[in-house]
């Protein structure tokens, strides 16, 4: 079983930085691969960057190439989102969650915990 909680989010006008972190329960945090997803009103979830635990991967979703950045402190259980340049479409509520798969799941369906979410607004 892993818990996972978000934070960071807020209201920042484009252009502007935000970090995300999530911090995770369990055993077995340190093994499970960690996405980042979120999901705009009326829209459904997008996948935006993933960080492998065993493999040491980092992939990201094609909106955010270049912005985000993905990293994480197994030490800590914690995951974090950098994300730089934003733009009012980056408007959404995110989300982490945890899979136990390796390799670079980016589909809802493929992982298996999820936390409440953070709300990040940018505004333009």
């Known amino acids: 079983q892993v818990q996972l909680v978000e934070s960071g989010g807020g209201l920042v006008q484009a252009g502007g930085s935000l970090r995300l972190s999530c911090v995770g329960s369990?055993?077995?945090?340190?093994?499970?691969?960690i996405g980042w997803f979120r999901q705009a009103p009326g829209k459904e979830r997008e996948f935006v960057a993933g960080?492998?635990?065993?493999?040491?991967?980092?992939y990201y979703g094609d909106p955010v190439k270049g912005r985000f950045t993905i990293s994480r402190d197994n030490a800590k259980n914690t995951v974090y989102l950098q994300m730089n340049s934003l733009k009012p479409e980056d408007t959404a509520v995110y989300y982490c969650?945890?899979?136990?798969?390796?390799?670079?799941?980016?589909?809802?369906?493929?992982?298996?915990?999820w936390g409440q979410g953070t709300q990040v607004t940018v505004s333009s």
């Open positions: 969650a945890a899979a136990n798969v390796v390799g670079a799941p980016r589909d809802v369906y493929e992982y298996d915990y």
């Open positions: 369990g055993r077995t945090f340190s093994r499970n691969t």
């Open positions: 960080s492998g635990g065993i493999a040491g991967n980092t």
